[in-house]
Nanobody, 133 residues
Framework: EVQLQASGGGLVQAGGFLRLSCTIS????????LGWFRQAPGQERKGHLG????????YWTDSAKARFTIAIDDAKKTVFLQLTSLKFKDTAVYYC??????????????????????????WGEGTQVTVSS
């Protein structure tokens, strides 16, 4: 069973940047779809970027495309989320999540993760990002 450990959150001024990390252990890295989600106070948890561990193909929502980047380090089994030009509205708890692609195409897996985060099986603990205005 895969385990996820997220880190890298903190307090940053508007316009600044952060890099979040999610280290994966416990299973074959390249057979998972991995995603970054965030949850602001009083709001639902939403997915913004995803990546397939097998070939690093990436997925993103329109809201994330301009300022966020996802990348993978195979050797370190770590997925990174680069946040740039941060805004106050980016304040949230950020989570990494994973689902196996052994039974489903990665494209479909990521799509399902974004549409139904409540059904995701594997989550890391959240890391708080606070953007001061």
């Amino acid at each position: 069973e895969v385990q996820l450990q997220a880190s890298g959150g903190g307090l940053v001024q508007a316009g600044g940047f952060l890099r979040l990390s999610c280290t994966i252990s416990g299973d074959t890295f390249d057979e998972y779809a991995l995603g970054w989600f965030r949850q602001a106070p009083g709001q639902e948890r939403k997915g913004h970027l995803g990546i397939f561990g097998g070939d690093a193909r990436t997925y993103w929502t329109d809201s994330a495309k301009a300022r966020f980047t996802i990348a993978i380090d195979d050797a370190k089994k770590t997925v990174f989320l680069q946040l740039t030009s941060l805004k106050f509205k980016d304040t949230a708890v950020y989570y990494c999540a994973a689902e196996t692609t052994r039974m489903r195409d990665p494209d479909l897996t990521i799509g399902t993760m974004f549409r139904s985060p409540h059904a995701i099986n594997y989550w890391g603990e959240g890391t708080q990002v606070t953007v001061s205005s």
